[in-house]
């Protein structure tokens, strides 16, 4: 069975950083991508970075410039480093990740969630 636990999320003041982490593990061939998608209160969840098997990322126009996603493959992980964070940033966020269990079986993962606050 494959899981997937982000972290990483808590409360900071406009302005400052934080980094969220998702990890994979379970039965585990290969991860083909790995992304972050977040859900403000009433607010339908949006992506907000993606990073695919072949390097490519993909940002939301509201955090570009201020996010960075990383993977780290060895790890089956993907990272988030916000910066610059805003009021405006308060979300749940979700790490989502495509993954094959065998060379031909593959599914979509979610993580449960980190929740990440920014003050005014």
């Known amino acids: 069975q494959v899981q997937v636990v982000e972290s990483g999320g808590g409360l900071v003041q406009a302005g400052g950083s934080l980094r969220l982490s998702c990890a994979a593990s379970?039965?585990?061939?290969?991860?083909?991508?790995m992304g972050w998608y977040r859900q403000a209160p009433g607010k339908q969840r949006e992506l907000v970075a993606s990073?695919?098997?072949?390097?490519?990322?993909n940002y939301a126009d509201s955090v570009k410039g201020r996010f960075t996603i990383s993977r780290d493959n060895a790890k089956n992980a993907v990272y988030l480093d916000m910066n610059n964070l805003k009021p405006e940033d308060t979300a749940v966020y979700y790490c989502d990740a495509y993954i094959y269990t065998t060379t031909s079986t593959w599914n979509e993962y979610w993580g449960q969630g980190t929740q990440v606050t920014v003050s005014s």
């Open positions: 990073h695919n098997a072949g390097g490519a990322t």
């Open positions: 379970g039965s585990i061939f290969r991860i083909v991508a």
